[in-house]
């Protein structure tokens, strides 16, 4: 094999969403978040999985995400969009079913101009400035949203990932205020579900805890990255590997040659202090990550292997996040086009 090769396992999408569900009384939905295609895995197959683990609720970013759940799930399911009902959107969420969380007063008043009769959500702003109606839109507008029935009213946490944050307390009180005693509701995402009921509502939606990266500290692990190796080679004490001459062995040294690079989403930030695993054994990176190759040190292994692992039981997308000084989702969505993708849990 010269591709990288990138598995990713179904069963443990599945396990992490029951085991997400099991955190929420019975009357609470817990629903799916695929957007940017399944968080980089695969929107058609995670959702699909999930439909059958029984998930009837999808989440996604914009429209043309939702027609390809509607795709994958067929017409029972309940697909929600996050950014609502934006200008050209209209032909989409009527032929593919979706319901937008209206965002602001534009959109409500496109929605029903363009869509008279369509579902709809409602998303308020409870401190987030991203997006939702602020407290005088909602104010004013919903008289006429109750009326019309929105199928759902949510809010988003902005610091969930820290439960001990006084934020997360003040944008529960908030959307208590805007909306006790109005429909079902949904606030919580992975961070929220895991702060306990008072958080839950009638719906959750987690994303990343599905696919297996923090806050969800106990999930299971979803992707293993294997990475061939291209040669071997011996550098010389004071010899310098890879662009820039950024690393110079001190004394001789093993170095192999790694079939990734920032092109396949292994990004040039983490060059300095990642590593990747030979086995059980761990192999610093040295020098700069290029586009298709990684150098890594392998002098201490006493058998040079065929390939490394840089995703996977030793190393989650959060341990490598991590080294590049970013987040597991940017690492999960960012995993590359190049590889042969392999899933297991599938049928
Ligand atoms: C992405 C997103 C989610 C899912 O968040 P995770 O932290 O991945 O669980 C939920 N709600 C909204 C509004 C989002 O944008």
Same mark, same amino acid.
């Given at each position: ?37 399944? *968080? ?19 989440? +996604? ?19 929600? +969009? ?128 599905? *696919? ?49 690079? *920032? ?85």
């Amino acid at each position: 094999m010269s591709a990288a090769e990138l598995f990713i396992d179904l069963d443990a999408v599945a396990a992490n969403w029951r085991a997400l569900n099991a955190m929420s009384s019975g009357h609470v939905e817990t629903a799916a978040v695929v957007k940017a295609n399944g *968080y980089g895995l695969d929107v058609t197959r995670v959702a699909r999985r999930l439909q059958r683990e029984g998930a009837q609720s999808f989440f +996604v970013a914009i429209a043309d995400e939702g027609l390809a759940v509607r795709k994958a799930v067929g017409g029972d399911a309940d697909i929600y +969009v996050f950014s609502g009902h934006m200008s050209g959107d209209g032909a989409v969420i009527q032929s593919a079913g979706l319901i937008p969380m209206l965002s602001s007063p534009e959109q409500v008043a496109r929605h029903f101009a363009d869509t008279p009769g369509a579902s709809f959500g409602v998303q308020l702003d409870t401190g987030m400035n991203r997006l939702g109606l602020e407290a005088d839109d909602w104010a004013a507008l919903r008289g006429d949203l109750m009326a019309a029935g929105p199928r759902l009213v949510i809010s988003h946490l902005a610091c969930a990932d820290e439960a001990d944050h006084p934020m997360n307390h003040q944008q529960l009180r908030t959307f208590h205020d805007m909306t006790d005693g109005v429909a079902r509701r949904s606030l919580a995402a992975t961070g929220g579900i895991l702060m306990g009921e008072a958080y839950h509502f009638d719906l959750v939606r987690p994303g990343i805890g599905l *696919y297996g990266g923090m806050p969800f500290a106990d999930a299971a692990a979803v992707v293993r990255l294997s990475v061939p190796v291209v040669q071997t080679r011996t550098v010389r004490p004071f010899e310098t590997v890879g662009y820039g001459n950024a690393w110079q062995a001190d004394i001789e040294r093993q170095i192999a040659t790694i079939a990734a690079g *920032y092109a396949d989403g292994l990004i040039r930030a983490m060059g300095k202090g990642a590593k990747v695993f030979a086995g059980d054994v761990p192999c610093p990176v040295v020098g700069r990550v290029s586009m298709d190759l990684i150098t890594v040190d392998v002098t201490h292994l006493d058998e040079l292997p065929e390939a490394v692992e840089i995703l996977g039981p030793h190393q989650g997308v959060d341990d490598l996040a991590e080294a590049a000084g970013t987040i597991g989702y940017e690492i999960l969505t960012s995993l590359g086009h190049r590889y042969g993708r392999h899933y297991r849990g599938e049928h």
